[in-house]
T-cell receptor, first 112, second 114 residues
């Protein structure tokens, strides 16, 4: 069964460093998303991406964040200058023409 | 504004007992409603979804949920809890905003006692 994959599973970085989180969505899906979950809190929407552009973003997704689909398979989330409060689990998701999103296993980002 | 409220951050049941996890939503348009399950240190797994075809929706692992428009509820149930059901459960509403944006409830952690 096709699934969304994410790498790395755990990323540790120093405050102020740039990180790139990678995702491989399900191959025939057209919509891509990033969510985050701070430890002990709910899952929060960050951004949705369709047709090579952002279709919607939340107030969390400020200028420090960017997304890209650099090739036909990967979907990345970049955080330019990480802050302590960026520590969270980041989930990638994808969907086809339907409403159902399929989530990856997540990348745990720890900012020291 | 659309929102999802899950009543009870923690629910504890005995093995074999009924599981009832409550979810209420607010949405200005007909909602797409979902339940996801998250096992420790894992991602989000889709349990079931409501997309207006039927008000009673059956999902995986013996779970089901009933959509009640008059109560704006989408409660999750399972007749008999199993130890393996212990996990965090999230109710969510997905909005068609050009893409599909999902808003999650705060989650309910289910404990199952032997």
């Amino acid at each position: 069964e096709p699934e969304v994959t994410q790498t790395p599973s755990h990323q540790v970085t120093q405050m102020g460093q740039e990180v790139i989180l990678r995702c491989v969505p399900i191959s025939n899906h057209l919509y891509f998303y990033w969510y985050r979950q701070i430890l002990g809190q709910k899952v929060e929407f960050l951004v949705s991406f369709y047709n090579n552009e952002i279709s919607e973003k939340s107030e969390i997704f400020d200028d420090q964040f960017s997304v890209e689909r650099p090739d036909g398979s990967n979907f990345t989330l970049k955080i330019r200058s990480t802050k302590l409060e960026d520590s969270a689990m980041y989930f990638c998701a994808s969907s086809g023409q339907t409403d159902t999103q399929y989530f990856g296993p997540g990348t745990r980002l720890t900012v020291l | 504004a659309q929102s999802v409220t899950q009543l009870g951050s923690h629910v504890s049941v005995s093995e074999g007992a009924l599981v009832l996890l409550r979810c209420n939503y607010s949405s200005s348009v007909p909602p797409y409603l979902f339940w996801y399950v998250q096992y420790p240190n894992q991602g989000l797994q889709l349990l079931l979804k409501y997309t207006s075809a039927a008000t009673l929706v059956k999902g995986i692992n013996g779970f089901e949920a009933e959509f009640k428009k008059s109560e704006t509820s989408f409660h999750l149930t399972k007749p008999s809890a199993h130890m393996s059901d212990a996990a965090e459960y999230f109710c969510a509403v997905t909005l068609n905003t050009g893409g599909f944006k999902t808003i999650f409830g705060a989650g309910t952690r289910l404990f199952v006692k032997a």
